[in-house]
Each structure stands twice: as C-alpha cells, then as structure tokens.
C-alpha cells in the first residue's frame, strides 16, 4: 500500500509536468493547425537555459532561473514563428511543409545543446528540502512547488481563454481563422502572442521535468514529446481541456503502473491506455471543435 501512495505521489508530479507540455502544445495547435515536432527541444533548451542561469551564469536560485528562463522561450518562439515557420505557413497552405521544417528544426535545436552543454547528464542546484507527508502521500517541497506551478500556470491560461478579449478572440481564431480575420481580429497578434505562450509553457515544462526527473539531458524532451502527443491525442487534438485530461490520465497511469511492473516499461502504459481509449472513442476524451 505504501508503494501504491508513493506512484499516486510520483503520478501527481508527472501530470503537473505534462499538464504544462500539453497545454502549450494544444495551444500552438489550435491557432496554427500544424504540429511542431521540434517541441520537445524547445522544452531542452529552456531547462538547460534554466540551468545555465543556476549553475553556470548567475547562480541564481532555481526557481527565479526558471521564471527568466520561461519569459526568455517565449519571446523564442515569438522569434521562431516570425523568422521560420510562419513564411512556410503563408507560402505553402498543405501543413505538411511545415512539419518537414519542424523536423529540420528539432534536429538543429537538439545539435545546438549537445554542442554547448554536451550529452552529460547535469542537475540544478536545489535549494535543500525535506518530504513532507500530506495524507497518505509523500511529497519533496521541489516536488510541491512544481504541482503549484502547473496549477497556477493552467489556471491563468484558462482565465485567459474565458473571461479575455485575447482568450475570446483565441478561440474565435481556433474555430475558423478565416471568419476571425474578417471579423476584424487582429490574427497575427493573436499567433504571436499564443507563439508566447506556447514557448513558455515549453519552457517551464522542460524546467520543471529536469527538476521531478533529477537531472537533465539533451534528448530528455524529445523523449517526452512521445507522452506528450499521447496525452494530446487521448484527450482529443485541439482541444485545450482534452489535453489536460488526457495529461491526468497518461501521467497518473503511467506513474501507478510502475507500481506493479518493470518501472523500465512504463511509458508503454501510455500508448496502451491511448490505444484502450481511442477503441472506445475514436476522436478522444473531449472531442470538440475550436480551443475547448
């Protein structure tokens, strides 16, 4: 039973992490219409830009080399959009273009941090901590400040989304870009701020893996981009919601699983419940159109 609490803990963590990936992944879907494979590099370079500020540049505290690190790959994929992928998006309408160069992209990211940080593993430096029991559970405080920062972060996003011009306006991109534009929103501020938004949640979401996992490697996020689609997919693509569910499913799974089997195969768990899922039904958990 003790082992079972501590997955539940261990599940918890995980989701919160994938959460993040997830809803930043869904968000750049809904308004581009194309996924970008390169997402789980840019998760990479924010949590090794995160540990360049904590371990190697300022050594500042973890937490603050995060937030500057989240701020920084938001204006990265700001800039990614504007320079890369968005003429290819403009000049050529099949998608299939674009996820060519996002495969280029992945491929460049990657080289560019193992050239600069190399392929050994590093950790951040923590500030020290204790396990705390909360119930049955058993929960480092890194481990707590990572759940309390996907809670805020999906919080603010979900605000945003319902009670905002932008959200109202993200939405309506989502539905149909075209009538949006027509209507007179303002669609390439609307790209360009979900650009921010995505690369952000990118971001912290590789910060805080490196954090939950202990370490951190070049190939961590091209590892977890895999999870991620799971997550996306279960949950229904596009939808903002889904991803979530589906993040809490794959996450809580995935983590419960390594309870009772070879914690070496418990990734698989995730493509098994995708599998189950999508027998069931096809177009995901929350099938709906548009950003819901």
């Known amino acids: 039973m003790t082992l079972l609490w501590?997955?539940?803990g261990f599940g918890l963590?995980?989701?919160s992490?994938?959460?993040?990936?997830?809803?930043g992944l869904s968000l750049q879907f809904g308004i581009t219409n194309y996924i970008n494979f390169a997402y789980g590099d840019f998760m990479a370079l924010g949590g090794f830009f995160t540990y360049f500020l904590n371990n190697e540049a300022l050594h500042l505290n973890i937490w603050l080399s995060m937030a500057i690190a989240t701020v920084a790959m938001g204006f990265f994929g700001v800039l990614i959009n504007r320079l890369l992928l968005?003429?290819?998006a403009r000049r050529f309408t099949s998608s299939h273009y674009v996820l060519i160069v996002t495969f280029g992209l992945s491929l460049i990211m990657l080289n560019v941090i193992y050239s600069i940080w190399g392929a050994d593993v590093r950790f951040y430096s923590l500030p020290p901590g204790s396990a705390l029991h909360i119930g049955p559970l058993l929960l480092t405080t890194s481990q707590l400040i990572v759940m309390?920062?996907?809670v805020v972060l999906v919080g603010a996003v979900h605000t945003i989304l319902q009670t905002t011009r932008l959200g109202k306006s993200m939405r309506a991109m989502s539905d149909n870009g075209t009538l949006a534009m027509t209507s007179g929103i303002d669609t390439r501020m609307v790209t360009t701020v979900t650009w921010f938004m995505s690369g952000a949640l990118a971001g912290v979401a590789g910060a805080v893996l490196g954090v939950s996992e202990g370490n951190l490697t070049p190939a961590a996020g091209e590892l977890f981009l895999f999870v991620i689609f799971a997550a996306v997919?279960?949950?229904?693509?596009?939808?903002?919601?889904g991803a979530l569910a589906g993040a809490v499913v794959i996450g809580m799974s995935t983590e419960i699983s390594a309870a009772f089997i070879n914690p070496a195969y418990k990734l698989d768990i995730a493509f098994v419940a995708l599998i189950l899922t999508l027998l069931i039904r096809p177009n995901g958990l929350i099938a709906r159109p548009g950003m819901t």
């Open 6 to 8: 501590l997955s539940v």
């Open 13 to 15: 963590v995980t989701t």
């Open 17 to 23: 992490v994938l959460a993040l990936a997830a809803l």
């Open 86 to 88: 968005g003429p290819f």
């Open 148 to 150: 309390g920062i996907a």
């Open 233 to 241: 997919i279960l949950g229904g693509i596009g939808s903002i919601y």
